[in-house]
């Protein structure tokens, strides 16, 4: 049986993260990453975004950026301000795929479906299954699974962040580049979550324009494509346009506890390791913030137990917004209107990078709808309550 050091299973956005900062952390130690080769399985091509200053590591592939980013409340009411010093990026994941593997130096890719992960004492066996049905085994020192997870735990609130996206042409000049369109809040509001459009205008007859639910569930295609065709029609009026690609997603916005450690050797990465920021659905960020931690680890001789891509208050917080849009008390639509039109953006997207005091979040939290808030607040610690005392019971 063939060992290894470190053993990577996935290749998405934290599987690659992970790989480029191994192979550059630990000289000497021998790295895979097991990637599936069947297509099915595979997450199809995404766009990322994510923001930062001017200057950063995966610039070679950003695709664009905007110094400015807009939001519209429910009544049209805009908002819009510069981010300076951040800077609004977007990644394919072709292009971050590509410049990765471009740089990897040691670092192998095997080409096997992995069906199995049996842990142990000082390592862990991975069960592999080839494209053809063979099937072998692969000894690791170390696991980290990016894999999502099948299911959430049932200890916290999980509402789905599902969308689709049309890459339009049209025919004559529409979209303001020189912002993105962060959130549109006139579109039809869902009884409970929360729905809106999101524009990345890459000219100014070009850009990607979204449809996004936060809800427990998931549209069918009509939905989906109905909800475009008045957005695109009775909102943004574009007229006569071309779709020329679809980007179509599901990300899991979840309160419950997700550790990253799943067994003596084997740990989890990625949104199924707590990578994603609970209130928003951003992952690419805290999969950076998380593979540097567990790089930085391993290259001191540690076992990365606690490498976490967001602080706890700030998970609380997610919580307790998850809570109130999850039972109605929280009017979503209202709440992000009301965030942005009280708040200073800059000052926002650093609250929701972490980066943030707890001075500044008491005066964040002061500005949305503290009535609702608190209604959430409450709901959030009986339901605590109620689990703690399940638990002991």
């Excluded at 069947?38 to 995404?46: A, K, N, S, V």
């Excluded at 580049?177 to 929360?194: K, T």
């Excluded at 503290?370 to 605590?384: D, E, G, H, P, Y």
């Amino acid at each position: 049986m063939e060992r290894v050091d470190v053993a990577i299973v996935g290749a998405g956005a934290a599987g690659l993260s992970l790989a480029h900062r191994l192979d550059r952390m630990l000289p000497g130690r021998s790295v895979v990453m097991v990637e599936t080769p069947e297509t099915g399985l595979r997450p199809p091509e995404r766009t990322w975004c994510f923001w930062e200053k001017a200057a950063g590591e995966w610039d070679a592939a950003v695709n664009h950026r905007w110094h400015a980013l807009s939001v519209v409340g429910p009544d049209g009411t805009a908002w819009r301000s510069h981010l300076h010093p951040l800077v609004y990026k977007m990644v394919r994941s072709r292009d971050f795929e590509a410049l990765v593997r471009s740089g990897l130096r040691k670092t192998r890719t095997l080409r096997w479906t992995v069906t199995d992960i049996v842990d142990g004492p000082d390592g862990a066996v991975l069960r592999l299954r080839g494209a053809e049905g063979a099937e072998r085994e692969l000894a690791a020192g170390l696991v980290f699974d990016s894999r999502p997870l099948p299911e959430f735990p049932a200890d916290g609130v999980t509402l789905l962040q599902h969308f689709r996206g049309w890459f339009v042409r049209t025919d004559r000049p529409r979209f303001d580049a020189s912002a993105a369109v962060l959130m549109d809040l006139r579109v039809p509001q869902p009884e409970r979550g929360v729905a809106f459009g999101y524009v990345l205008p890459f000219d100014a007859r070009t850009a990607l324009v979204e449809y996004t639910e936060f809800t427990r569930a998931v549209l069918d295609d009509e939905g989906y494509d109905a909800a475009l065709r008045d957005y695109t029609g009775r909102l943004l009026e574009l007229g006569v346009f071309t779709v020329t690609g679809t980007e179509q997603g599901v990300i899991p916005m979840t309160s419950a506890r997700l550790p990253a450690r799943v067994g003596r050797r084997v740990f989890r990465i990625g949104a199924a390791g707590g990578a994603t920021r609970p209130a928003t659905g951003y992952t690419f960020s805290g999969v950076q913030r998380q593979t540097r931690q567990i790089a930085a680890a391993l290259a001191a001789g540690r076992l990365p137990v606690r490498c976490p891509a967001h602080r706890g208050r700030h998970l609380f917080m997610d919580a307790v917004l998850l809570r109130g849009l999850d039972d109605g008390v929280v009017d979503g639509a209202e709440f992000f209107a009301t965030l942005f039109r009280n708040n200073s953006l800059p000052r926002l997207l650093r609250f929701l990078d972490g980066k943030t005091t707890p001075l500044e979040e008491v005066a964040i939290g002061t500005r949305t709808p503290v009535a609702s808030m608190s209604a959430a607040l409450w709901a959030q610690i009986r339901a605590a309550r109620h689990r703690g005392g399940s638990m002991r019971r």
